[in-house]
């Protein structure tokens, strides 16, 4: 999807085949892209995209070879990270995809809109999108076909305006269109580039062939413009464009943002590196640094506060977005009905024989020829001439304007809209609703009194009685109470699939601990690690400084995945080796902080230094007062307290707006 194509003041919702077009989210020089909506019995409907190309091209076959092949090349990827792709074909004179709808905003739209508030984007935001953009890239990099063999897919434009991040907090990768793979139909001329200019790799730019590497290198082009709010590679003309990229001679960019760390400045240059053996080798080598580096925070408590970022920095489009889809679903499904009425009254089609007279027989199937007076034939004729030229007429005629539908409707039902903290399972009167998700919102529910269910793992279960009106929309935060972690090796009644971690140190012999937990000495195999969740990790070996990581576990079951450290020698030692243990009270503690107003998010700084935004959860700190202070500019939010860590217990802090 382009996001510079504005879409145009208004817009009539029409039928395009089988889709009833609601909304036009936006059009450029090559299609045109809509929200739609199909219809079915018993009241089922589903809301998606089309991407429609313009007429004018369909008899380009370049270009539509190569939108066939983004349909190919999409619709075999399923993954949580990529838009996923629903169907493909062609109405009337357009070619079309219909395609997930993702709710929310472009990366190029995001710092668009930060820009003019002169703000940045917060890091851990930055780091987050660039980390499930990396889970998307590497799945797709090493997709195979039923025998097993590398596709060799790469996306060749990955770009801000590729990247979509919907208001739930969800990063998804957008439009295949000139992807590279070995099922593609259409191939790049020789000299010809493809892809936008500015996030380019260098060897993209000098026209060479292209890797997976290449896609890393224009994932370090986002990252760096999400981190210091500046185009990297933009000047006044293409031509220098590509001359700077061919030589990257770019500066960090802590150069830009004096608040970038040393290590993320390592990281980014890593990706940008112009040397192929210097780059990241692939997309998960990438994504396993910043996995590490946003530690301890988790993606999941990151997602759940870039959906309250997004919520307030979109607020007023969101609105509007949703005002515009609620009438265009009332024209399109007053379409509908209309349509599903014609089919209701349409006579039906002749039974063989209706034509016959009288019993079956040689003479009735074979009527004598009737002879027509001459008075009759001339009739016939003039009549024949008036209809002819009434025809002509009529086609001379300027379209009528589109008939605009008025439906009034009495509301019958009402609607619900659930938010939590993270990711869970929604009950309504006992039926699953909704899985994974932060937010859900149902409709046409009956009004009176229902029963509400959520559970998350690691979290007290949420159940209330909720009472529904008709004609209204109730929107119910609720903020899931943590639960002591269940111990990794737990059965319950659940079945989990399990994936192995191995845990490798230099010099051997570290003792492995996942989540407070020891399993044992390095080198050690872990095969209960449940498939793509993430584990705090401790490596500690006498001598030697202790090692602290976050492993993410393979996401496939029976899948391996090996963790590698090399201990740092801990410094020199006091005379007395053997040193008294410390009293409990010097022990390290931890912190959370959020705030009361679940739908608000503040950032968080301790002793001066920011650490991340609400809610944080168990922060390490030592033993003794800090200062936690949390800002929001945005809403007025600047408020600080006074806390006193105790050894081996969490402090909970709670911050009102008023």
Known sequence: MDSQAQPPPTFQPELFGKYYLIDRVATGGMAEIF????????????????????????????????????????????????????????IRDNYYIAMELVEGKDVKQILRK????????????????????????????????????????????????????????EVKIADFGIAKAEMSTYNTKDGVLKGKFEYMSPEQARGEDVTQQSDIFSVGIILYEMLTGRRLFKTENEIKTLEKIKSVAIRPPSSMNPNI????????????????????????????????YMYPSTPTAIQRSLALFMDQLFADDIQGERDRLEEGSKITKALYLQQQEREATRPPPPAPGEWEEGPSSSASLNPPPRRWPLFAMTALSLALFMGLGFAIWKLMQPPAPPQVIEVKVSPTTGALVLRTQVPARFFYDGELVGEGKTVVERGDLTPGEHKLRVEADGYEPYEEPVTVAAGEKLIIPIKLTAVAPTEPERDDSTPRAYSSIVFESDPKGATVSVDGRE??????????????????????????????FSAEAPDQAGESRIFSRKLSVASAAPSNPTPPTPPPSAAPGKVSVSLAASNRWGEVYIDGKKVGTTPLFNYSLPAGPHKIEVKNAEIGLDKSETV?????????VIITLD
């Open 114 to 169: 930060l820009a003019q508030k002169r703000k940045l984007l917060p890091e851990e935001f930055a780091i987050f999108i660039a980390h499930e953009v990396c889970k998307g890239l590497d799945y797709a990099h090493k997709k195979t076909n039923l025998q097993g063999e590398p596709l060799g897919i790469i996306h060749r434009d990955m770009s801000p305006s590729n990247v979509l991040v919907s208001y739930s907090g």
């Open 644 to 652: 006193t860590i105790v050894g081996n217990e969490t402090k909970r």
């Open 261 to 292: 760390p040393q290590r993320l400045d390592e990281l980014v240059m890593k990706a940008l590196s112009k040397d192929l053996t210097s780059r990241y080798a692939d997309a998960r080598e990438l994504q396993q640094d910043l996995l590490e």
């Open 35 to 90: 929200k739609a909506k199909t219809y079915s019995t018993a009241g089922f409907e589903k809301l998606q995209v089309i991407k429609r190309i313009l007429a004018h091209l369909s008899d380009n076959e370049d270009f539509v070879s190569m939108f066939i092949d983004e349909a190919k090349i999409s619709v075999s990827l399923q993954h949580a990270n990529l838009v996923q792709i629903y169907d493909f074909g062609k």
């Open 519 to 548: 399993l044992g000495t390095t080198p050690y195999t872990w095969d209960r690690a449940v498939v793509g969740r993430d584990y705090r990790v401790r490596l500690r070996l006498s001598g030697y400084e202790d090692s602290s």
